[in-house]
Structure formats: C-alpha cells, structure tokens
C-alpha cells in the first residue's frame, strides 16, 4: 500500500480517548491508514507530502446544532446583524429597500434584541423609513420579529386579535400593537409575507453557507430545522457538488400538525436515502420544547424575576411531548428537542422517558440542545436516560445579552446556575457541542476558547464566569468532534485519527496547547479543511 497523501512538519493530535500525539499521518482512499512510522513506510515516489510547517492536525469538527440553509438566505437580506444601534438598524433598512424597490417585502435577521429597552420593539420606528411595504426583522435568536405597520397591516394583525398559543403579540399600555412579536404562533403570519425561495437561490445559498463551515473546519452538520420543502435544496446543493460538508437533516414538529406531518417526514427521508448518497442524510425530528429566556418564552419552574406572573411559554404539554416523540421514535427517527429553560428540560427529558417507558430501550441518543437552566434534581437524568447534552459553548460568556436581558429576567441566583456543561460531563453525561449559527457565530474555535476560559473577547472576568463550568481543551476539542460524530451515530466513521476513519482533518497555524489565552485561542484561524481526503477550504 502507498500514500496518497502524507502528513508531516508538525503535531498531529488523533483526538483519540488516549489523547494520542503523532508526527506522521498516511492517508489512502480517503482515510487515514497509519500514524508516526506507520505512516512515513508507505511514502512513495506518487505520495503527496503535506508540511504542516510547525502547525498542528486535528479531526475535523461537526456541528451539532446548526441552520445552514437558512445562515446562507440571511445573507439575501438587510444586513443587520452587526448594527450596534437603532439608528443603524434603521439606516441599513432604508437602504437595502432603496437598493430592491421591486421587494414586496424588506426582510432581515439578526437584530440584537438589547438595542430595544426591555426587547421591545416599535413599528413606528421602521415607519419612519418604509411605510409603503411590509418591513420584517428577526432578532439574532430567531424566537422575537420587529415589524412596521405595513406589516402589521398584510399580516390581519389588529389590537382585538388575541394572542395565539404559542405567541405573544406586544401590545402597548393602551392595548395598540407595539410592533414586537414573540415565538412562533405570533411570528408566523408575518413570515408568511416574506417571498418564497427559489431553487436556485437556496442552492446559492446553501452552498455559500457550506463553504463557510468548511473554511471554520466543519465537516459534518446537523441541521435543526429542516421543512420537507428544503430537502431538494440539499440534494440539489449536494448533486451539484458544491456542499463542503455532510448533513443529517432535521424535520420541524409542531404540537399542531405533527400526526399529520410524519407522512411527509417519511416520505422525505426516504427521498434522501434514494439520492443523498454519504453527503445527505434525514434521520432526525426536532421539537422546540419552549423560547428563549431575552424574550421571557422560555419556561421555567419558577417565575421570571421580572415578570412575577409569567413562567414562560411551554409550546408544548408533556403529555403532547410524549406521544409525539414516541411515534417519531417507532419511525426509528432521532429525537432532538429546543429546550432553554429548566421547565422546557425537565418536559424534555420528561418526554424521552416516556418514549424509553413505551418503546423500550434502545441505543436512541435522545438530544437535549441549548439547556441555559437545568433543575439540579434533573443533572443525573442525562445520564440514566442516555441524552446527549448538546451545548452552545459561546454562549457561556458575561455579553450584553447576558448582564442587560438574561440575568436581569432571571435573578443573580439562576443566573449563577447556567450552561452547566462542566458539571455535566463530572456527572458522565454525553456532551456535543453546537453553535447555533446564523443566531450566534459558527466558527468552533470560538465556542471551544469560551468552554475553557468562560470569558469574552475581552478576557471578562478575569477568573472565568462561573469557573467551575470551565472544561479542559482536549476534552472541548473532543466534544466539538468526537463528541458530535456520536450525536450522529457516527463515532466509528470520523471524529478521531485513527487508522479505518475517514481522513476528515483540520490544520491550524500552531498547536492549540501552546496557547494559554482565550483571545489567543479564539483567533486561531483554520488553515485548510479535508473533507474524506479531498481538500475543501
């Protein structure tokens, strides 16, 4: 046997359970076949040598809970994301509808939700640029809409209509509609105003989307929100030969159709299976158990600090949660489950016992993503029912949305129990690491350096926010690798260097344990991605 390609000039870090370092690696038919001397004997006059010039290889990271297709169709609209003020916000909506006046409909994502005071949002504000069209802005957490009047308007959307289950419509003291709509009951008759995408747009964008995954060293993905309508956006995305990762898909259950959408579902997987070959897979069904705690729809057990009357919104009943998760579960789907809140986990890992209760064990992998609150008496629950704890590791950090929405909603003392991903892996808990992206950054090294450090960019605080939830780096390195490709039943195919694993490889400029800081880590930039052997960024 010869190398194709052989790995040289550095550190190579297996991520392996022994944590094992080589400084050789042979890779042939796109997988890894030998390490160290192993890999230096099958040199050949035909081998291409690779000089790693100081840096270290790594297993490439997944990404376990992530919206591809719908980052790349952000990128269509107002570019808001990165405005700092409502000023700017509105500037840049002033601007993309002068630059589309064919638009039906201005649309745009990602509007930080501490611009407002207390989140909330006025219409009259997007009126004093676009009073012609409808205007609709998501905040960056998808889970709150910010519309103008004409919006409103198109929508039927009047101060007598109630609020939906599911949704809240904001309404000023005097009972008019403010112009902030909260979670999906609410959200969706706006979003039905935005225009439909085109074939060919989502694969342009989907592809885009892809190549920056790559670029950031991800090469599998699991999509956590896919309608039956996507699916030919991936496999034509993937037929074409521009998707630069692997992805298994996840089909959306709402508490109102699913009984009659697991046909659909079905029939969509099996659509998959016929034409997405290793790129595309459909094995998933998630569920939002609950919202999020900036808007006050996440739901927890206790009341929120500053709303004594709300606990939230539970979009489903444990009971609904149960039965639908069983019947996905006998269609042999993986269950993935939205839970923010410590009532929205503890209906979660509520429902997957249920389902444990009523078909039996089995090796599921039932995953809980996000968990900002865990009840401590729900902690050993992860491990007992087998549920990977998928975390956004960026989001452990004192920002803004923290210190100006979360903990103010929440009190000092649940504030002092979130993202408890130290604690649970102490407990021997599965973990898998997620970003979120386009609601928060997807690049990995990001969420890693924020896992270890517990700080922002600026280094605060000092010690880490909340220290004892910090974890090591070769085990966070781990869970955005290994720790993803066992999320997607996949741990004997990648996620580690071994020889017989697919040569899905990572290069970084330097070695990541000779870096000490959160900044230093955090600004690593990939140097190149291989994806099964072939090179993709």
Not at 103 to 130: H, K, M, N, Q, Y
Not at 494 to 503: N, V
Request: one cysteine or more; aromatic letters at 6%; glycine letters at 10%.
């Amino acid at each position: 046997m010869e190398a194709e390609l052989l790995f040289v000039g550095g550190t190579i870090r297996t991520g392996d359970s022994v944590q094992t370092v080589s400084d050789a690696l042979a890779v042939v038919g796109g997988r890894v076949v030998g390490l160290g001397e192993q890999a230096r004997a099958l040199k050949s006059t035909r081998t291409e040598v690779i000089d790693l010039e100081g840096g270290a290889l790594l297993p490439s990271f997944g990404d376990g809970h992530v919206h591809p297709l719908m980052g790349g169709l952000e990128m269509r609209g107002a570019k808001i994301r990165d405005c700092n003020s409502i000023d700017e916000v509105l500037q840049e909506v002033r601007r993309w509808a002068d630059e589309n006046p064919d638009a039906e409909c201005i649309f745009g994502e990602g509007v930080s939700p501490t611009l407002a005071p207390g989140g909330r949002f006025d219409a009259r504000w997007l009126d004093s640029v676009v009073e012609d069209r409808p205007v609709v802005l998501r905040t960056m957490d998808y889970h709150t809409a910010w519309v103008n009047s004409a919006a409103l308007r198109s929508a039927g959307l009047t101060r007598d209509t109630p609020d939906p289950v599911g949704g809240e419509i904001v309404r000023t003291s005097d009972g008019e509609l403010l112009g902030t709509l909260r979670e999906w009951g609410a959200i969706n008759p706006v979003l039905a105003l935005l225009p439909a995408v085109t074939l060919d747009a989502g694969v342009d964008s989907l592809a885009a989307a892809s190549k920056m995954l790559a670029a950031a060293g991800i090469t599998w993905v699991q999509d956590a929100w896919t309608e039956p309508g996507d699916v030919e956006i991936w496999l034509a995305t993937a037929e074409s030969g521009r998707l630069s990762t692997r992805v298994n898909l996840a089909f959306r259950a709402t508490p109102e159709s699913w009984q009659g959408d697991l046909p659909a579902f079905v029939e969509a997987r099996q659509k998959v299976a016929e034409r997405g070959g290793d790129a595309v897979k459909a094995g998933t069904v998630k569920f939002f158990a609950d919202g999020v705690i900036e808007a006050g729809t996440a739901a927890l057990l206790a009341p929120y600090t500053d709303c004594p009357h709300s606990h939230g919104i539970s979009n489903w009943t444990t009971d609904e949660l149960g039965r639908a998760a069983a019947e996905v579960d006998r269609l042999g789907f993986q269950i993935h489950i939205h839970a923010i809140g410590d009532a929205g986990v503890r209906m979660a890992l509520d429902a997957i016992e249920y389902v444990d209760r009523c078909n039996g064990p089995r090796d599921r992998r039932a995953t809980i993503a996000h968990l900002q609150l865990v009840d401590g008496n729900d902690l050993d629950r992860f491990t007992s029912l087998g549920v990977i704890a998928n975390f956004q590791p960026l989001w452990a950090q004192l920002d803004p949305l923290m210190t100006e929405l979360t903990i103010p909603r929440i009190g000092a003392d649940r504030g002092d129990r979130q993202y408890r991903i130290g604690t649970l892996a102490e407990r021997g808990a599965r973990v898998a690491f997620g970003s979120d992206w386009p609601i928060t950054a997807f690049e990995p090294i990001k969420g890693i350096a924020t896992a270890i450090h517990r700080q922002t960019p600026a280094g605060i605080p000092s010690e880490g926010w909340l220290p004892r939830e910090r974890v090591g780096l070769d085990w966070a390195l781990a869970t955005y690798s290994a720790g993803v490709a066992y999320q997607g039943f996949e741990e004997d195919m990648w996620g580690c260097l071994r020889p017989g694993m697919r040569a899905d490889m990572i290069q970084l400029p330097v070695d990541p344990g000779q870096l000490g800081s959160a900044k230093e880590l955090s600004d690593l930039v990939v140097s190149r991605t291989w994806l099964g052997g072939r090179q993709v960024h």
